[in-house]
Every structure is written in structure tokens, then in C-alpha cells.
């Protein structure tokens, strides 16, 4: 019954692939989020989308691309892979005006 | 949104009540004191929230000074569940889309 869930949990890859990290929640939210968190351990806001509706979209390179088939569903892909996407991507969901779940995160390395 | 300003550590020995302070002498008047914290190896978890009035819930107490230029979240008895980082975070509007977490508090409950 887990609320937000993501997969893979840890993805180890070389540079210059292209990878997807999926998530999915199963609480009923129309706002969805993706977050990095860097070997520092800041955690920074990449993308928000509201009823599959980019909504955020922060400092970001094009080589990351969420999707949002479905409301409950937000997927990240990202092209070209570089050693400095190294880090851990935590997908969020929320009501509007209130906290957000997490998931667990997916630790990226690439090498 | 305003900054925060944390210890980097605090212990607490196990069943006692843990205290996490928290400055953050720019807040405006619309803007919300939120708590969430991140267990190793977990995304972060929401705590509690506040405008200016004492808040109570299953999890902690969140105290804000009168002219709301700091807060104290209380764990009114830790166990070693408890230890995680913990991060006080200042938000306008509920809106958690630009939601920022700085470097916390590390509180480590000690058995």
C-alpha cells in the first residue's frame, strides 16, 4: 500500500545513455513533483506538474524530460547521461495547498 | 522565501523530549513554518506546520515565538526512530511547489 512509489530504486548506468525513472502514487493527488538531491544533500524542486499540467519547471537542462501520462503517474527521462546527474531523485505527490509525500528515492550513479 | 538558519547536530538521549530550534527573523507575514524530516535512506516526511499559532499533532509540537521570528519543534519523547535530519523550512500560500530544504538539523537520539 505504499503511497508513492518509485522505480528503480538504484540505477547504475554510463554516460551518454538514456534512462527513465518512473513514479506513481495511489493517494488521489493532482499535483505531482520530482526532486534532486545532490551528494551535499540539498534538495532542490525540478519539475511540478497539476493534472498531468507542467506546472514548474526550474533550472533544469532539456535533457531531462518529465512525462505525465495519467495523473497519477509522473515519469523522468533523461537523455545523454553525465557524471554530474549523479544523485538521488525523489518523486513527491500533494493535494493543492497541502504537504507533500515522497517517495523513497532513486539513487542515479553514472559512471 | 525567507531563509532559515539550524544547528547542523543535536543528541538526545532516548525518551527524553528533543527540542530543534529554528531562527528565521525574515519571515513575512504570509509565510508558513513547515517541518519535514529525512531518515537515512528515505525521501522526507512531513511533520507538522504553522502561521503563528502552536501547533499539535500525532507526531510533534511545534512552538512559534509571538513576533514569529523563530520556532521549536518538540518531539515530546524520542525514540531512535527519531533520528533523521530534520529541516524547518518557511513557505508562503500553503503553495509547497517551491518548497526548499537547506541542510537541517542532524538529530541523533542516543539509546
Known amino acids: 500500500d505504499t503511497a508513492v512509489s518509485q522505480t528503480p530504486k538504484y540505477l547504475v548506468t554510463q554516460m551518454g545513455n538514456d534512462k527513465s525513472i518512473k513514479c506513481e502514487q495511489n493517494?488521489?493527488?493532482?499535483?505531482m513533483y520530482w526532486y534532486k538531491q545532490d551528494s551535499k544533500k540539498f534538495l532542490k524542486i525540478m519539475f511540478s506538474?497539476?493534472?498531468?499540467?507542467?506546472?514548474i519547471n526550474e533550472t533544469v537542462p532539456n535533457r531531462f524530460s518529465p512525462k505525465s501520462p495519467d495523473k497519477a503517474h509522473l515519469n523522468l527521462h533523461i537523455n545523454s547521461l553525465e557524471l554530474g546527474d549523479s544523485a538521488v531523485y525523489f518523486c513527491?505527490?500533494?493535494?493543492?495547498?497541502?504537504?507533500?509525500?515522497f517517495g523513497n528515492g532513486t539513487r542515479l550513479t553514472v559512471t | 522565501d525567507a531563509k532559515t538558519t539550524q544547528p547542523p547536530s543535536m543528541d538526545c538521549a532516548e525518551g527524553r523530549a528533543a527540542n530543534l530550534p529554528c531562527n528565521h527573523s525574515?519571515?513575512?507575514?504570509?509565510?508558513?513554518v513547515y517541518w519535514y524530516r529525512q531518515i537515512h535512506s528515505q525521501g522526507p516526511q512531513y511533520i507538522i506546520h504553522?502561521?503563528?499559532n502552536n501547533e499539535t499533532n500525532e507526531m510533534a509540537s511545534l512552538i512559534i515565538t509571538e513576533d514569529r521570528k523563530s520556532s521549536t519543534l518538540i518531539l515530546p519523547h524520542a525514540t531512535l526512530r527519531d533520528t533523521a535530519v530534520y529541516y524547518c523550512?518557511?513557505?508562503?500560500?500553503?503553495?509547497?511547489?517551491?518548497?526548499?530544504f537547506g541542510t537541517g538539523t542532524r538529530l541523533t537520539i542516543i539509546p
Open positions: 513527491a505527490s500533494s493535494h493543492p495547498f497541502s504537504p507533500l509525500h
Open positions: 493517494l488521489g493527488h493532482d499535483t
Open positions: 506538474y497539476n493534472n498531468k499540467e507542467l506546472i
Open positions: 525574515t519571515i513575512s507575514g504570509n509565510e508558513y
Open positions: 504553522g502561521l503563528k
Open positions: 523550512i518557511v513557505l508562503a500560500n500553503f503553495g509547497n511547489e517551491k518548497l526548499t
